[in-house]
């Protein structure tokens, strides 16, 4: 794993960094296997971060967006980050219909819904093995409790080990997201983190010794880069 840790100034330096990164990724996974595949994250720190690539001319036909985590949640309700995404930045481009990967949220319970998009995972990637795709990019986020994706502290979903997808919880109610192993499968993972209330969780994270499961987003160790972005507010501590 190569590890980056990068403190920015503030929100929109943060901002241009991640696109800064995501561009460069994108430019070399097309260059190297004809398209780029993206997971994303919700929440209001990557909102931004999707407003500005819209804004960005490039080949949309090659470019394919999943979800690491979802509520499960219709995808027209105020609280789903497909929702979100679409405002902020796929209905803004000419991107393929096709090429937009969203987590079901409509079955009939979230067990089946995981075990479909794992099954429509599997599918476009070609992947039947024992191991995991690689998606070039994942970007995540952290929740002032450590969690990342929907991998809360002290949940089920922590101990999937042998899925790609499985139902996490957030007090009671489910959410869809990927797992930690198939995290760690991708070719870079960028995390984008903002505040002051980030800075106890991230102690942890960094910390040499501290439980992966009270402070999930340890758990995050990729087989390729490893990008941590924070503002100042969040990374105040981290700065030598």
């Known amino acids: 794993m190569n590890k980056t840790v990068e403190v920015l100034p503030d929100q929109p330096a943060l901002v241009a960094r991640a696109l800064e990164l ?26 931004p971060l999707y407003e500005a690539i819209a804004t960005q001319n490039l080949p949309w036909d090659k470019i394919h967006i999943f979800w690491g985590d979802e509520r499960y949640v219709p995808p027209d309700h105020p609280d789903s980050n497909e929702l979100m995404t679409r405002r902020a930045w796929l209905d803004r481009v000419d991107i393929p219909a096709a090429n937009i990967h969203p987590v079901p949220t ?63 919880n957030k007090d009671g109610n489910p959410r869809i997201s990927f797992t930690y192993p198939f995290i760690n499968s991708a070719r870079s993972v960028i995390f984008l983190v903002a505040g002051a209330n980030k800075r106890p969780a991230l102690a942890q994270v960094f910390a040499p010794v501290a439980d992966d499961f009270t402070y999930p987003s340890r758990l995050i160790k990729p087989q390729g880069e490893l990008w941590w972005l924070l503002d100042a507010a969040a990374g105040l501590e981290l700065q030598h």
């Open 22 to 47: 995501i561009l460069s990724k994108l430019e070399t996974a097309i260059e190297q296997r004809g398209r780029f595949t993206i997971a994303l994250s919700g929440g209001s720190t990557p909102k």
């Open 106 to 168: 409509l079955e009939a319970n979230p067990e089946l819904a995981a075990a479909k998009y794992e099954q429509h995972l599997k599918e476009f990637f070609n992947s039947s093995g024992v191991e995991f795709p690689a998606l070039d990019v994942v970007l995540l986020g952290m929740g002032d409790d450590a969690h990342t994706a929907s991998l809360f502290p002290h949940t089920e979903a922590l101990k999937v080990r042998d899925r790609l997808v499985t139902v996490g």
